[in-house]
Nanobody, 126 residues
Framework: QVRLVESGGGVVQPGGSLRLSCVVS????????MAWFRQAPGKEREIVAA????????NYVDSVAGRFTISRDDVKNTVDLQMDRLNTDDTAVYYC???????????????????WGQGTQVTVSS
């Protein structure tokens, strides 16, 4: 059973940056798309960013495009989310997730991600 462990959350002022990291217990070179989701209080969970199994295709929700960058390191078995120019709307619990089916190419479908980490809290506050 693959395990995902997130880290890097914390409290940051508006305009600041954080880098989240997800350690995957199985090789990230395995052909699965990976994604970061978030869930704010009182809101539904939403997909924030996704990266294809080979890292060539990326997808971002409009609200973070140009500010967040998803990447994967198949040597370290990690998937990172660099978050810049954070604002209060980015406050949420952030989850790392892996697709259920290998070689998926549709990064817009959140339902394909079925393996989850425990989440890490990101709070943007002045």
């Amino acid at each position: 059973q693959v395990r995902l462990v997130e880290s890097g959350g914390g409290v940051v002022q508006p305009g600041g940056s954080l880098r989240l990291s997800c350690v995957v217990s199985s090789p990230t070179s395995d052909p699965y798309a990976m994604a970061w989701f978030r869930q704010a209080p009182g809101k539904e969970r939403e997909i924030v960013a996704a990266i294809s199994w080979a890292g060539k295709n990326l997808n971002y929700v409009d609200s973070v495009a140009g500010r967040f960058t998803i990447s994967r390191d198949d040597v370290k078995n990690t998937v990172d989310l660099q978050m810049d120019r954070l604002n209060t709307d980015d406050t949420a619990v952030y989850y790392c997730a892996r697709a259920q089916i290998p070689y998926s190419i549709d990064l817009h479908d959140p339902e394909q991600f079925t393996v989850w980490g425990q989440g890490t809290q990101v709070t943007v506050s002045s």
